[in-house]
């Protein structure tokens, strides 16, 4: 969990104490797809060793964001800084062997088998006089084994259940073995059990490894569970930025997403959950809307 | 931090890649074997039947103790300069067909649909049409130049769309090439004679009739062109995943492409240049290898190169074999003994996404 509130990424921390937490971050980053900006000279730390979750509503910026961060766009204006460096002046592969990225739906050629898939993970650590070791061996199986898919490694990606695939594609990510994982909703197209059995992978490799994950979910419910930190996304700029509590408020839901929606807090984890209300939903009296405060009556409260 | 998750894995003698999927790959080396024994015998078969039937001894005697009689002079002169020729072109457009289909994404991806044919015939009857050159030494180099400067042209115009190299805008590019091509060289043909006699017998694609030196004039850029293709492979192999992953991979995608690009070029464009556009050789190589390896580019080439070399050498020996004394082109052998094969393939398989 990130220790003190920051809604504003540029607030005042002496540099060299965010230098040793901060490894990844975007600085006045505006991104654009044809000369159209997407992303506007948006400014956000990454913390290190922490799930942070993005969210936001569909063509805010998220995934351009996400991909900015892997080095697949180049940044229009501003940077994107790994270590202090502009990622997008480092060569690819130097990139590659520190950030490991999943972009969305992914697809692999017809009859690719999962171990396969996975050893392509290893393509950063290879050259050409310097093909498939005992440490690339090692990576792959390490990656099977983290993600379960240790028994599917002679099936095709094909015969594979959704979840089963996105945690084979996980693995190839993950034989890259870098410190820093960024996915991009990789809960997509899958029912809620395998949303959270890749959820929960995703926490297990945070939990084992101390990776650094940055994902973009939809789910604002299963983002707060799983995520330490939530950035919220709005026309190309942070709407806000925090823990999920300070994050998921009736307000902003209401504000970024044009949701009406109640927030209560899971019992155990104290977690908000979304409600959203129906349009055929009678509304709620108007000053319980309007107070939208952090501290949401708990679950079990008539709506 | 991540060495915490590193269980010691044990280590064992011989190929690292045995505890994993270790059956798939002795299937894979077992069928390079059975592949490499195929191309043996289609070489033995090549030189030992043809138009004239010579028995085993004379064509033993032709190719280790020739003493100039004829059945040594058709071993010499005419047999081995095929055979040699036609393995060499056969790899050639098997491993390119590989290629262009890596790279296109597109499983019918040939010399044809990227326009190299078409720009090499072009300047064949060019070269026939504007400078009188009738001899096949001179105009085999300006096929090979018309076959470099189409695929520059369509990699360029592919490259310029939005977007870079993509498949779609590489295929479209030399859809538009070949039939840009293809009407100027009939525009050409129309209005000269020699041009089109030139032309009918470079377009069905031949093996026949080339010196032995044209294979040593060709080998080096095929060597290269196969050099640069197995240096192609492991970015095709992560390019199949989609260019933002192989980008994620630390794949540099431009310089993947322009390296596919220059492999295609050398291969297609000395093969196309000796002996006419040999079709079919590259699409249904690349099928069965693909059928037999799965989708890894480091197997499918040498297997796709094999199978070419084997499948162009058997088809030309046949092309002997059937109208005696006379024959067909290898290009028109290719064609009938392909496409029944190919069709069977297609029906029996669904074809594969790429």
Known sequence: MS???????????????????????????TLAYDGTPVVHALDLDIEDGTVTAIIGPNGCGKSTLLRAFGRLLKPAG????????????????????????????????????????????RHPHQTWYRRWSREDEAAVERALRATGTLDLAERTLDELSGGQRQRAWIAMALAQETELLLLDEPTNHLDLAHQMEVLDLVLDLHRDTGRTVVLVLHDLSLAARYADRLVAMKDGRIAACGTPAEVLTEKLLREVFGLRAVVRHEERTGAPLVIPLSRHEAPRPAPARDAATDAAPPLGDPV | MIEALSAPVPAEAGSPRRQIAPERSRRRWAGLLVLLALVALTLLLSIAF???????????HGLWQPAGTEGDIIIRSLRVPRTALALVAGAALGVAGALMQGHTRNPIADPVLLGISAGAGMCVVGSVFLLGITSLYGYVWFGFAGALGASVLVFLVGTAARGGAA??????????AHALFTALTAGMVIFDRQALDTYRFWTVGSVSGRPLELTWQILP???LGLALAAANAPGLNALSLGEDVARALGVRVGATRAVGMAAITLLTGTAVAACGPIGFVGLVATHVARYFTGPDYRWILVYAGLLGASLTTAADTLGRLVARPGELQVGIMLALIGAPVFIH??????????
Do not use: N, Y
């Open chain 2, 221 to 223: 850029f095929i060597a």
């Open chain 2, 50 to 60: 043809g138009a004239k039937p010579l028995s085993p001894a004379q064509v033993w």
């Open chain 2, 167 to 176: 498949p779609v805008t590489l295929a479209l590019a030399g859809a538009a």
């Open chain 2, 345 to 354: 393939l297609v029906r029996r398989r669904k074809p594969v996404r790429l």
């Open chain 1, 3 to 29: 220790p003190r509130k920051r809604q504003d990424p540029m607030d005042a921390v002496p540099d060299a104490a965010r230098a040793a937490r901060v490894r990844l971050r975007a600085e006045g980053l």
């Open chain 1, 78 to 121: 501003g940077q994107v800084l790994l270590d202090g460096r502009p990622v997008h002046r480092l060569p690819t592969r130097e990139v590659a062997g520190l950030v490991g990225m999943l972009p969305q739906s992914p697809v692999a050629p017809e009859g690719l088998c999962v171990a396969d898939l996975v050893a392509r993970g």
